[in-house]
């Protein structure tokens, strides 16, 4: 997604509904095609709410961001939000389809 006005990433959020991946799973903010520092870790066959309360990433405007999930395990992770606070006025980011399936293979 192309960034239309300055902002500042926070309080990323992801809603996990289902995981049997055999390894901790990282989704991150990424800038312009790198990882930032706005990261939330999801331990071993966890579900529930996640979040990164932490970091902030400034994003200016005309860059490039998305999330990106990465993982060292196998198996499939359903998430149903991956958002993030665009700080000060917090508006949450929510997936388009309302869900993500991600099939993690070694």
């Known amino acids: 997604k192309t960034c239309r006005a300055a902002f500042t990433a926070q309080n990323m959020l992801v809603r996990v509904a289902a995981n049997d991946v055999n390894a901790t799973v990282n989704v991150f903010l990424r ?44 198996g499939t992770i359903s998430f149903t939000i991956i958002g993030m606070g665009e700080g000060p006025t917090d508006v949450l980011v929510d997936l388009p389809q309302g869900k993500l399936n991600v099939l993690l293979r070694m």
Not at 50 to 61: K, P, Y
């Open 31 to 74: 800038v312009n095609g790198v990882n930032s520092a706005l990261t939330v870790s999801i331990p071993t066959l966890a579900t529930g709410f996640f979040e990164d309360t932490t970091n902030l990433v400034s994003v200016a405007a005309g860059d490039e961001y998305g999330y990106f999930v990465d993982h060292a395990g196998a």
